[in-house]
Every structure is written in C-alpha cells, then in structure tokens.
C-alpha cells in the first residue's frame, strides 16, 4: 500500500483535504476526483456511520486520492474496522495525553509496534498478505489536539513513537480555552497553535488543521500547517448552491441562505 498524502507529510510538501460528513457516494466521487490530496470521512460529527464506509471507500478507490477516516473516538475496535474497511490512515478525537497518543498508536499498527487485530477484510483485497508487510509504516495515525489538556500535553504527545501528525480541531480548542467559539484570532488560540507547530517541528510531526473557510486553510499553510481541510461538502454545496441562486435572480447573495456553521 502506497499513502501519497503520508509520503507528502513526510516530507513536508503541503496538502489540502477535502471533510466528508454525507453518505452519498456521488459526492464522495465528486470530491476526490476534484484533485484534493487527502479525503476525511467523519464518523465522529458526519453524517456517517461505519456501514456508510463500506460503499464510500469503494466510491472513492479509482481517484488518487488518500482517503482517511476521522473515528468516532478513540477506541481500538472502531480504529480498527476503519482500516480494515480500506482508510489510510485515521484521524483520533480529542488525545489529551501520551497514554491517548499511544493507545491510537497502538490501535493503528499489528504487532509487536501495536495491538491491531488482523482482519485487513478491504484493505487487503488488492494486495493480499502483502498488504500485511507495509501496513505498519504506510498507515496514518494523526491525533486531535483541541483541549486544554491536549495543548499541555502537547509536546509529550508530537514525541510519542508511531504518531505521524498532530491535527487541530479550532473550536473543540477555543472551548478547551475558555475563549467563544470562532475567536481563532484571538492571541491566546494563536499561541496555542503556535505551540502544536513548534511541537510537531522540534519531533518532526506533520501539522495539520481543520479548516473552517478556505480563507482559514490557506492561512494556516501559510502560518507552517503541513495540511489543512479545505471545508466540507456541506459547505461547498451551500456556497455553489447559493451563489447559482443569486447569479440566476441578479443578485450577489442569497438573503435566506442557511447559516454556515463550518459543517
Ligand atoms: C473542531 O473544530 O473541534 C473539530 O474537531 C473540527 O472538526
Ligand atoms: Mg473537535
């Protein structure tokens, strides 16, 4: 198995994702298609469980694209079933400690690096036992740093062995602050990302962030992110979707337009 985006963090060469939170195949194949390097398929806020995997992953599997899963926590079966179903790599809710760092890690890799179970039902079907050989080093174990705890813990978490990136949830982080949710320019949500880069630089770690609008994601490239969501296909439906209903009445925007939350 070949993980273009993990070979890119690697390196750090930048990418930009694309957050899945519907089932729908078409626009899971409209996405990955569109050139984005990494796909996100949320199991933890989406509109999604394990059993829309089966036909999503599939959906997606011609693009060059890498598809990850964020799980819905972090807990070893869910991590599991999620590579076993084909994702490259997952994205691990809320690890506050190196316990939760190594516990993800130990999910992601079969042994003696980790405790995965073996059962590579989807993963494998291209490769077969071979897919066993590479498993370890070409699947993605990224951890979610957007608590308060987290951000102590930081530095211990980017240096536990088998982590390949840290990846920031914003609003989980602005809550974890104190601070009212979106004040991702207030300087203490600054500081605090400057910390997770630091981290991720000082142990070599890919930085990764969620981002809430476009304008977030090239920000936070800019800022030393290796990889950045881009939004989500609800929001690009919203967006495309409000800006043909103004061009088509004449007008710049859509007055009754659903608030965008981000999602
Ligand atoms: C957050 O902002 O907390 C996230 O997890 C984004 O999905
Ligand atoms: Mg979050």
Redesign the pocket.
Known sequence: MQNHALARWRTHEKSIGAWLTLSDLYSAEILAQLGFDWVCFDLQ?GLMDYSHLTHLLPAVAQARVTPLVRVAANQPDQIGKALDVGAQGVIV?LVNTVEDARKAVAACRYPPAGVRSCGPIRAAMHEGLAYLQTANEQVACVV?I?TEEGLRNVEAIAATDGVDGLFV?????CYGLGLAPGSFTDARFQRALGAILAACAKHNRAAGI?GYTPEMAAQSLQAGFDFASAGTDGNFLRAGAAQALGVARGKAAVPNAPPDSGY
């Open positions: 806020h809710p979610m957007e949830g914003p609003m989980d982080l969620f």
